[in-house]
């Protein structure tokens, strides 16, 4: 019997996206930290708090009590207010690595986001069908979120 071996395609994930964001990137970052962190949401839209430690080496990982939980990655990479890159297994249980970078532009009287995820290993056709979508309602959050703030404070931009 001859074994075909998958392509590696089927082992890479590459997802790119950008966002406008009509907020500073002080607002824009905070946000960004307050919607990864303890304002998380899974994709039912329902809240799923994470704890980030925002320095290099932090962990990301959502706590549920009594030393259970589950560890998605270490920060990588922090610039305030301009970067945040993150590498771990994410989501995935399974032989799974990640790098994903928020990469934050002053431009057009606010703040670009650029987002990419990259990733290797084996993968779960739920997640690959779903990454997307999650970081796109992640992103989506994000911006309502600083928007929103720079509104509070008197300093969304115009």
């Keep these: 019997m001859t074994a075909i071996a998958p392509s590696l395609e089927n082992y ?64 990588q990479a922090i610039k305030r207010p301009t970067l945040l890159e993150i590498t771990g297994p994410l989501f995935a249980s399974s032989p799974f690595i990640s790098n994903v970078q928020y990469r934050l532009s002053e431009k057009d009287g606010g703040t670009l986001i650029s987002f990419h995820h990259t990733g290797f290993g084996i993968l779960e056709d739920h997640h690959r069908q779903g990454v997307s979508k999650g970081w796109g309602s992640l992103l989506d959050r994000i911006r309502k979120h600083a928007e929103a703030l720079g509104s509070a404070t008197g300093k969304l931009l115009q």
């Design 12 to 75: 890479t994930l590459t997802v790119t996206q950008e966002i406008q964001v009509r907020a500073s990137l002080a607002a824009t970052f905070a946000a960004l930290l307050e919607e990864m962190g303890p304002q998380n949401q899974n994709g039912e839209g329902q809240p799923m708090p994470m704890i980030l430690e925002p320095w290099p080496g932090g962990r990301w990982f959502r706590d549920l009590g009594n030393s259970n939980g589950h560890f998605w990655g270490n920060v």
